[in-house]
């Protein structure tokens, strides 16, 4: 791996960063995906940080909006939607929270997004279980990490509200700054790509679902029936 995660800072409003996406085939380039990342260290670290994640979710939807969207869960899943005036916005965050530390991003659109925080210390080869006999015994505990935190970014992303299964999420690191996930559906499966980030001694996991082939030709038949 060469390339490698980029570094941020607390209390810092990231806006409009960009996840390039590259052309499959003879396609033409296609525009890279934004988002908005904050990431802020808990005001008590004892405590839950539901309230400082919702509120950190919100800060970043406000840039989006003429009206106040407020950020509810969906229940049993737990995940984050934004609501403008009770409605669904069309604005999609996640957040996560590890060591004192809650990372908070944000996109415009249906597709989704998600984010995980974890500290590489604490990776082991017992994190090699969920990938059976195809493990890759030579990775890194850093390595062990990204694997994990892109997992976690993209199960968030996928927005399937189905039980978390590692193991049905693949993820392929591009370097040690970009990775490419997919997991296994009923329909279609879902897929999308992802950016490491690094804040003091925690890696970040940004994944972002990308529009299936499927879905952009309904939407196309959509527009040409209408």
Do not use: N
């Given at each position: 791996m060469s390339s490698a995660p980029t570094q941020i800072r607390e209390g810092v409003e990231y806006r409009a960063l960009e996840l390039?996406?590259?052309?499959?085939?003879?396609?033409?380039?296609?525009?890279?995906?934004?988002?908005?990342?904050?990431?802020?260290?808990?005001?008590?670290?004892?405590?839950?940080?539901?309230?400082?994640?919702?509120?950190?979710?919100?800060?970043?939807?406000?840039e989006h909006a003429s009206t106040?969207?407020?950020?509810?869960?969906?229940?049993?899943?737990?995940?984050?939607?934004?609501?403008q005036s009770g409605d669904t916005a069309d604005v999609q965050v996640s957040a996560s929270h590890a060591a004192g530390l809650v990372a908070a991003v944000c996109r415009t659109g249906r597709e989704g997004i998600g984010v995980d925080l974890v500290d590489p210390s604490s990776a082991g080869p017992g994190l090699d279980w969920w990938d059976g006999p195809q493990a890759d015994k030579s990775r890194t505990n850093?390595?062990?990490?990204?694997?994990?935190?892109?997992?976690?970014?993209?199960?968030?992303?996928?927005?399937?509200?189905?039980p978390f299964s590692p193991a049905a999420i693949t993820v392929r690191l591009s370097d040690e700054a970009a990775f490419d996930w997919q997991i296994d559906s009923a329909g279609d499966p879902i897929a999308g790509r992802?950016?490491?980030f690094s804040i003091a001694d925690r890696l970040l996991a940004v994944a972002v679902q990308l529009?299936?082939?499927?879905?952009?030709?309904r939407e196309e038949e959509v527009v040409v029936c209408s």
């Open positions: 390039p996406l590259a052309p499959t085939g003879d396609a033409l380039p296609v525009d890279p995906v934004r988002f908005d990342l904050l990431v802020l260290e808990c005001s008590e670290p004892q405590r839950s940080h539901s309230g400082e994640a919702r509120r950190a979710m919100e800060r970043l939807a406000a106040e969207i407020r950020v509810a869960t969906l229940t049993p899943s737990g995940r984050p939607i934004a609501l850093a390595e062990r990490a990204a694997v994990w935190a892109a997992r976690e970014a993209a199960y968030k992303a996928a927005k399937t509200d189905l992802g950016r490491f529009e299936s082939a499927a879905s952009a030709a």
